[in-house]
């Protein structure tokens, strides 16, 4: 399977896949099936949207920023 970005998806389809894998949105911050907002797992900090990243092969939503991927290469290297 090909990486693919969806950085450019329009918002509409990033809440679709969203709701494929389980989760939804509200407002712009991504919520859970319990209604519980999602948190970054390096970060602690809310998961946007507009800002989300999930690798091929996860379903693991994180923040786009730099110490979440980096630690997400560091935890899962071996399966990317």
Request: aromatic residues 8%; hydrophobic residues 35%.
């Amino acid at each position: 399977m090909e990486p693919l970005s969806i950085k450019d998806f329009s918002s509409e389809s990033k809440q679709l896949l969203l709701k494929e894998l389980g989760y939804d949105t509200r407002d712009s911050q991504i919520i859970d099936g319990n209604g519980k907002i999602v948190r970054d797992r390096y970060t602690d900090k809310k998961v946007d949207i507009n800002k989300m990243v999930i690798f091929p092969g996860s379903e693991i939503i994180l923040n786009d920023s730099p110490l979440s991927i980096a630690a997400y290469i560091q935890e899962y290297g071996d399966v990317l």
